[in-house]
């Protein structure tokens, strides 16, 4: 699913990346951990094209997407989920909108767009919510949508990059769990987090990054 081939990433001075190497199968979930500036970002930016490796091969579902024409991004972005930490909502539109802004540029019929839609915030358990503004809710519930968005396309991957970085332990847990019940319908997940209380509560697959380096992967591991 996921294949960094001794990827470095260099901005002037900085070494963001240094010679790593890393293999995600499909299905798993994956806790992305290291300090702020360890290069959690950098790998997260790296597999949705963001960002293009100084040295190395970045794979994703198979596909190079260090060789990939500037074109085919979107493309490759269409068929992931990307959560981030500060949400990214229209906050002068609906709860609907904002989830439907992603698939609405696909030409799918209006039934279709309602169905996928609903679906999606019925997994994040929001769909009593579906005609409020984004501005009204709390930073959990937005967050919620951040993670409805991002599945309403059925992505064969989910990324988060620190998706409870703003959030408080009780509502980060709840994000977390939904994060699970997707993986358990068969998305790959990869979370980057700093959050040891959360990583030491699921317990799931831990990569651990140091000043560019991986130093750690443990399966059922613990933040350490």
Request: net charge positive; with cysteine; aromatic share 4%.
């Amino acid at each position: 699913m996921i294949r960094l081939q001794n990827v470095t990433k260099d901005y002037g001075m900085n070494c963001a990346l240094d010679n790593v190497n890393l293999h995600i199968g499909v299905g798993e979930f994956v806790f992305l951990v290291g300090s702020s500036g360890a290069g959690k970002s950098t790998i997260m930016r790296l597999l949705y094209r963001e960002e293009v490796p100084t040295e190395g091969k970045v794979l994703v579902g198979g596909v190079d997407v260090t060789q990939m024409k500037h074109s085919h991004v979107p493309h490759l972005r269409r068929r992931m989920g990307i959560v981030f930490q500060d949400f990214k909502l229209l906050p002068k539109q609906t709860v609907y909108d904002n989830v439907a802004y992603v698939i609405r540029a696909l030409g799918m019929s209006s039934r279709e767009v309602d169905a996928r839609v609903k679906g999606a915030l019925k997994v994040v358990g929001l769909l009593h919510k579906i005609k409020s503004k984004s501005s009204e809710l709390s930073g959990g519930e937005q967050q919620r949508i951040g993670i409805a968005r991002a599945i309403v396309n059925g992505p064969f991957l989910l990324i988060a990059d620190e998706p409870t970085g703003n959030l408080d332990p009780q509502t980060s847990l709840e994000i977390v769990e939904i994060l699970e019940q997707i993986n358990k319908r068969g998305t790959t997940v990869l979370v980057s987090t700093h959050d040891q209380a959360i990583v030491n509560h699921f317990k799931k697959r831990v990569v651990t990054i140091d000043k560019g380096q991986i130093i750690r992967d443990v399966n059922s591991g613990t933040y350490e």
